[in-house]
């Protein structure tokens, strides 16, 4: 049959098979599996904190690419909370304030995450991707590759339930940021669960969306692939030539 005069999903399947792209989701990567459990090392533990922070300085540029794509001030005046949640405002800590908690309750000082030197290739790039992403893609799409949240808020009390117990090393102060996100990824998927069901409404374009879904789920799945080797495997970038961390850091694309 041809895909093109395919019938649409309805509002509630295509919201079901966003939902089912669930079984992708990073939760289910070997790596953060073994965080869950209590298998992960301390130095697993800092390299995850260091790599993904570099995530979490990455998501405001993001979002600031889909505002300035978006010309309805409705949806700016929403999506700009979110920027807001992650850089706080004069006075009021953000997300990455948080985060910077995060990294000294596992041992690593503000400093350290803020250098980025930690930061692997692979995480690097994957990161860029979806920003680049956000700054080239229609503002519709690019702002419903979001919906990974649609997961978060499993993630987020998986780890407040399982962090205290198995890496009592790790000060609680530490995971302000998780219980933070239980709130805000509701709130953000309940919007961004709005703009799919309102836009994408062709057999077509919803089957562009959940590629799109599965990109992000890409990006996720592969930054624990780049921590798996370097942290796991104990193969890092140029591990057969040197043991110095030689890759490139900073902001160069």
């Known amino acids: 049959m041809d895909q093109t005069l395919?019938?649409?999903?309805?509002?509630?399947?295509?919201?079901?098979?966003?939902r089912d792209k669930g079984a992708y989701y990073h939760i289910h990567h070997p790596y953060h599996i073994a965080m869950h459990n209590g298998q992960?090392?301390?130095?697993?533990?800092?390299?995850?904190?260091?790599?993904?922070?570099?995530?979490?300085?990455?998501?405001?540029?993001?979002?600031a690419a889909i505002m300035a794509n978006c010309p309805d001030p409705a949806v700016r005046r929403q999506w700009i909370q979110r920027i807001l949640d992650h850089d706080g405002?004069?006075?009021?800590?953000?997300?990455?304030?948080?985060?910077?908690?995060?990294g000294e309750a596992v041992g690593l000082a503000p400093e350290e995450?803020?250098?980025?030197?930690?930061?692997?290739?692979?995480?690097?790039?994957?990161?860029?991707?979806?920003?680049?992403?956000?700054?080239?893609?229609c503002w519709q799409e690019a702002a419903c590759s979001s919906l990974t949240e649609?997961?978060?808020?499993?993630?987020?009390?998986?780890?407040?339930?399982?962090?205290p117990q198995h890496y009592p090393w790790i000060d609680g102060a530490g995971y302000d940021y998780f219980r933070n996100r239980l709130s805000q990824a509701n709130r953000d998927v309940e919007h961004g669960l709005q703009l799919?069901?309102?836009?994408?409404?062709?057999?077509?374009?919803?089957?562009?969306?959940?590629?799109?879904l599965q990109f992000k789920l890409d990006i996720l799945w592969s930054m624990l692939d780049a921590m798996s080797m370097a942290y796991e495997l104990h193969r890092p970038p140029y591990h057969t030539v040197t043991a110095q961390p030689v890759w490139h850091h900073g902001g160069l694309v």
């Open 6 to 18: 395919a019938a649409p999903l309805s509002p509630a399947a295509f919201e079901q098979a966003l």
């Open 40 to 63: 992960a090392t301390r130095a697993q533990i800092q390299g995850w904190v260091a790599n993904r922070f570099y995530y979490q300085v990455s998501i405001p540029l993001k979002d």
């Open 89 to 102: 405002r004069e006075g009021q800590e953000g997300g990455m304030d948080a985060w910077l908690r995060l």
């Open 113 to 137: 995450l803020l250098s980025q030197r930690r930061v692997l290739p692979g995480v690097r790039f994957a990161v860029d991707a979806y920003v680049n992403f956000a700054r080239r893609a």
């Open 150 to 163: 649609l997961f978060a808020p499993h993630i987020h009390q998986s780890r407040l339930d399982s962090w």
């Open 196 to 212: 799919a069901l309102t836009y994408f409404r062709t057999y077509e374009s919803q089957q562009r969306m959940l590629q799109i």
